[in-house]
T-cell receptor, first 112, second 111 residues
Framework: EPEVTQTPSHQVTQMGQEVILRCVPI?????FYWYRQILGQKVEFLVS????????KSEIFDDQFSVERPDGSNFTLKIRSTKLEDSAMYFC??????????FGPGTRLTVL | GENVEQHPSTLSVQEGDSAVIKCTYS??????FPWYKQELGKGPQLIID?????GEKKDQRIAVTLNKTAKHFSLHITETQPEDSAVYFC??????????FGPGTRLSVLP
């Protein structure tokens, strides 16, 4: 069964450094999402992406964040200058034209 | 915007008993309500979903009910097993929009 994959599973970085989180959505999916989950809290929407552009973003998704689909398979989230409060699990999700979103296993980002 | 509340935050049941988790939503325009199970260290996995034109849906031991008038929907797990232990999240959304998740319920099934 096809699934969303994410790399790395765990990323440790120093405050102020740039990180890129990578996702490979399910191959025939058209809509892509990033969510984050701070430890012990609920999953929060960051951004949605369709047809090579951002369709919606939350207030969390400020100028430090960017997303890109550099080729036909990868979908990336970049944080330009990480802060301590960016420490969280980051989940990628994708879907076809239906409403069901399929989530990847997540990347745990730790900012020191 | 949409706001989703979820109760209880923790739930412990004996193996074989039933578990019920309830969510309420605020936006009457929401029309799709999925339930996700998250095991430790893993991503959310869809277990069942329901659309607003349906009042109930069942898949083996799992069922979801929706009351559009009251704006609440519930997850029912019967004959619980230890492997049902996880955190369960409900979500609400308009069709094709981003999910708004509830805060989660930690279910423990005691052997």
């Amino acid at each position: 069964e096809p699934e969303v994959t994410q790399t790395p599973s765990h990323q440790v970085t120093q405050m102020g450094q740039e990180v890129i989180l990578r996702c490979v959505p399910i191959s025939n999916h058209l809509y892509f999402y990033w969510y984050r989950q701070i430890l012990g809290q609920k999953v929060e929407f960051l951004v949605s992406f369709y047809n090579n552009e951002i369709s919606e973003k939350s207030e969390i998704f400020d100028d430090q964040f960017s997303v890109e689909r550099p080729d036909g398979s990868n979908f990336t989230l970049k944080i330009r200058s990480t802060k301590l409060e960016d420490s969280a699990m980051y989940f990628c999700a994708s879907r076809t034209t239906g409403p069901t979103q399929y989530f990847g296993p997540g990347t745990r980002l730790t900012v020191l | 915007g949409e706001n989703v509340e979820q109760h209880p935050s923790t739930l412990s049941v004996q193996e074989g008993d039933s578990a019920v988790i309830k969510c309420t939503y605020s936006d009457s325009a929401s029309n799709y309500f999925p339930w996700y199970k998250q095991e430790l260290g893993k991503g959310p996995q869809l277990i069942i979903d329901i659309r607003s034109n349906v009042g109930e849906k069942k898949d083996q031991r799992i069922a979801v009910t929706l009351n559009k008038t009251a704006k609440h929907f519930s997850l029912h797990i019967t004959e619980t097993q230890p492997e049902d232990s996880a955190v369960y999240f409900c979500a609400a959304t308009g069709y094709g929009q981003n999910f708004v998740f509830g805060p989660g319920t930690r279910l423990s099934v005691l052997p």
